[in-house]
C-alpha cells in the first residue's frame, strides 16, 4: 500500500480507498479493455500509442517519452 500511495497523487489514493469493497467470491483479474480478449498485448498497445498520435491533440513526445519510461520500469509482480 504504501508504494501505492507514494506512486499517486493523494485524491487519487483516497478516491481508490472510498470505492467500496465487492462481495463476490471472484478473483480479481487485470483486463485490458481496448483488446477482445482483455488481456494486455504489445500489439493492441502500440494500435492505441498510434491512434493517440493521430488525434487532434497535440503530443509533447519528451513527456510521452518519460511516461512509458516510467511504465515499463515499475517493479509489478507478474
Given at each position: 500500500?504504501?508504494k501505492i500511495k507514494?506512486?499517486?497523487w493523494q485524491v487519487?489514493?483516497d478516491?481508490?480507498l472510498a ?5 463476490s ?13 482483455e488481456e494486455?498485448?504489445v500489439k493492441s498497445?502500440c494500435k ?6 493521430r ?6 513526445s519528451s ?8 511504465l515499463?520500469?515499475l517493479?509489478?509482480?507478474?
Open positions: 500500500m504504501e507514494n506512486t499517486l487519487d489514493y478516491a481508490i470505492l467500496p469493497r465487492s462481495f467470491r471472484q478473483a480479481d483479474r487485470i483486463i485490458w479493455h481496448y483488446e477482445n480478449k494486455f498485448n498497445c492505441l500509442i498510434m491512434s493517440n498520435k488525434s487532434d491533440s497535440p503530443s509533447d513527456l510521452t517519452h518519460s511516461w512509458w519510461s516510467y515499463w520500469n517493479n509489478l509482480p507478474n
